[in-house]
């Protein structure tokens, strides 16, 4: 009888433990370091892009949308991860306004002034090749221009 209460129990529990959340990769920084992730963006002539997510979502949507996020823009930005954007400059704010849902993305230059481009959930959700391809251009030019 203990073995199929454990069992059961095991059952019970299997799901909640298959959507905890994202593994944030050992590259992303997170708000605290946001200074030092400016500076890496300066020496490394990147962008930097605040992502905007709770890692520990049980949402898989949620956590399949960070993920896309994270494999298409991770190697061509210096990466933030934020869970609130309470401390931020305005104009991270005002980059991470539209959608209705987390995750969003918004690419900058490294002194956070100039938007480069902003990908939401709902973007990703339509069509994750179409919501990253302006991104993905503005991030050319600005490399190019550096």
């Known amino acids: 009888m203990k073995i199929r209460q454990f069992l059961v129990a095991v059952l019970i529990a299997a799901p909640s433990l298959a959507f905890s959340g994202i593994d944030l990769p050992s590259k992303v920084y997170t708000q605290a370091d946001l200074e030092k992730a400016k500076a890496e963006a300066v020496t490394k002539g990147k962008p930097l892009s605040i992502l905007y997510t709770d890692k ?57 002034t100039n938007t480069l481009g ?19 251009r503005a991030i050319r030019d600005y490399k190019a221009e550096s």
């Open 56 to 112: 520990d979502s049980t949402c898989p949507l949620c956590n399949n949308a960070a993920n896309t996020m994270i494999k298409e823009l991770g190697s061509k930005t210096i990466m933030v991860y934020v869970r609130s954007t309470g401390e931020l400059p305005a104009t991270v704010k005002d980059a991470l306004r539209p959608g209705k849902f987390i995750p969003k993305i918004a690419v900058f230059d490294p002194t956070l």
């Open 118 to 136: 902003t990908v939401t959930y709902e973007s990703v959700k339509d069509d994750a090749r179409k919501a990253f391809r302006e991104v993905e």
